[in-house]
């Protein structure tokens, strides 16, 4: 019997960028995984859609599963001889019960690994330009929970030792007690005047931090209405962070954009400029069911006189099932390229084959314009998406053309997967909403159900194209940015220069 295996992974703090390169990689191999809430959602898209999600959230006193309940998920996924993951935010030796499973794994002679993540107590200070230490003003730090009752009696905090044996503390989980950890703090010694500073969703674009000293940062963050999760930060250091700030002054700082197809590099401006992706995708593209009517035009290939392509996708499956039928690119000898969209071009170009053909708009409209008006003699290919739009195909019939519209794939929609991330998504105060296509919006509605419309609400919605923007309107939603160039660079570029001025 295969044996299974456990890794015990950090997350981060909520940055994605903050996962690790093993840590990463392992989840790609997951069978099973065991996750928290307070990870960045988007870590889920990463992982084998087909394992098997566990979620054990813990928040707002709320907890999806007992500790008790999550160590014997672990084991039995084990024995059951899977790959699992238990996905933790932050590191998961750091306050995070990582030691409590691990000891629960040797105890039930199941191998497993620790793949430490980046914590709170380090990422969150220096997003908000606090170093921890620093050669003028610390030289020592102490990470505390910050939520023991510390008025029991068997109290394991030292106080006198913490008030002078650190130059900075940094106390995790300590909202609630902070009027009785600051109280402590004075009644040992700590100079009620020392800086303090409460940061709150470190890493994230909602991340906001208060400052102020010891004696008054709990009435601060108490009117500030500061709520977990959030980390407090005590020392000289804290005087650091008006000068060294960073995160803040991204011109896209607080700002969560939704994307509802697979991230590509084309959004990655959006992310460089602050913004945090929240990656939704409702779509999927797939195979078609059956290749009948593709592989009947490809055997007559060299009768076409036009190819078209509208998307890099059905260009990527018709050439993949031309080399499935032992033909190749000198098959194509003699027929004229067309492609929608420089993207598409791109990736026509890259197999050496030259494009003919990019009509100056990337539609179907845009198409009738660049065929001209008479088609007569013509005979055209255009592999497609199995539910696409009929006014080209019908334009060219009505002109005396003659074309073909077999199915190359499908865009299918990944309702598993949506519903997983779905309870993310309501919690995650989307600024922009961007739609690609009316699919990704009716299966965004879909996905989400009477939620949907709250979600969107008070969201900037961005879209590709007239067609997108109807399905939305015609949902009782505002479209507040169409670029002219109906392409996803062209709409972050709108975003972009709407959203910094």
Not at 5 to 31: N, S
Not at 64 to 79: F, G, P, R, W
């Amino acid at each position: 019997m295969k044996r299974g295996k456990v890794y015990l992974i950090g997350a981060g703090p909520g940055d994605i960028g903050l996962l690790t390169i093993k840590g990463f990689k392992c989840l790609q191999k997951a069978e099973a995984v065991v996750y928290d809430f307070h990870l960045n959602a988007q870590i889920l898209n990463y992982i084998n859609h087909e394992a098997e999600f566990i979620y054990a959230g813990k928040r707002g006193g709320h907890h999806a599963m007992t500790q008790d309940e999550i160590n014997q998920a672990l084991v039995n996924k084990a024995k059951e001889g899977k790959i699992v993951c238990r996905l933790k935010g932050g590191d998961p030796f750091i306050f995070g019960r990582g030691g409590e499973e691990a000891e629960e794994l040797v105890k039930e002679g199941i191998e497993f690994e620790i793949i430490p993540g980046v914590s709170s107590s380090i990422a969150a200070p220096a997003y908000a330009g606090i170093p921890l230490t620093h050669r003028k003003y610390s030289s020592s730090f102490a990470v505390i929970t910050g939520n023991e009752d510390i008025t029991k009696p068997e109290s394991t905090i030292e106080w006198a030792k913490l008030a002078y044996g650190f130059d900075t503390l940094v106390f995790l989980m300590g909202v609630k007690n902070l009027s009785a950890i600051t109280s402590k703090l004075i009644e040992h010694g700590k100079s009620p005047d020392t800086p303090a500073a409460v940061v709150r969703w470190g890493t994230r674009p909602d991340m906001k931090t208060v400052v102020g000293d010891l004696k008054n940062i709990a009435n601060i963050v108490k009117e500030e209405n500061i709520r977990p999760p959030a980390v407090m930060v005590i020392g000289n250091v804290v005087k650091l962070r008006e000068t060294l700030k960073w995160y803040e002054n991204k011109p896209l700082f607080g700002q969560r954009v939704l994307v509802t197809r697979e991230y590509t590099e084309d959004y990655s401006p959006l992310e460089d400029l602050g913004a945090e992706i929240f990656e939704f995708p409702t779509i999927k593209i797939a195979p078609p069911e059956n290749y009948k009517e593709l592989d009947e035009t490809i055997e007559k290939i060299e009768t076409y006189n036009w190819l078209i392509f509208t998307s890099a996708n059905g260009f990527q499956y018709f050439i993949q099932r031309l080399l499935d039928k032992e033909k190749d690119i000198r098959d194509l000898k003699g027929i004229k390229i067309c492609a929608i969209g420089t993207k598409t071009a791109g990736k026509i170009n890259n197999y050496g084959i030259k494009v003919d053909l990019i009509p100056e708009e990337f539609n179907a409209e845009g198409l009738i314009k660049a065929f001209g008006q008479n088609l007569k003699g013509i005979k055209i290919l255009l592999p497609r998406a199995e539910k696409a739009r009929e006014i080209f195909p019908g334009k060219v019939s009505e002109l005396g053309g003659e074309i073909d519209t077999p199915v190359a794939y499908r865009a299918i929609k990944p309702e598993k997967h949506g519903k997983r991330l779905k309870r993310f998504l309501k919690e995650g105060r989307i600024t922009i909403a961007t739609f690609t296509s009316a699919a990704t919006f009716n299966n965004f509605i879909d996905i989400m159900g009477d939620d949907a419309l709250d979600v969107l609400k008070d969201v900037t919605i961005a879209v590709i194209g007239p067609v997108t923007a109807k399905a939305i309107e015609k949902a009782g939603l505002k479209v507040s940015i169409m670029p002219e160039e109906a392409t996803i660079k062209a709409m972050v570029d709108e975003i972009i220069s709407r959203t910094t001025k």
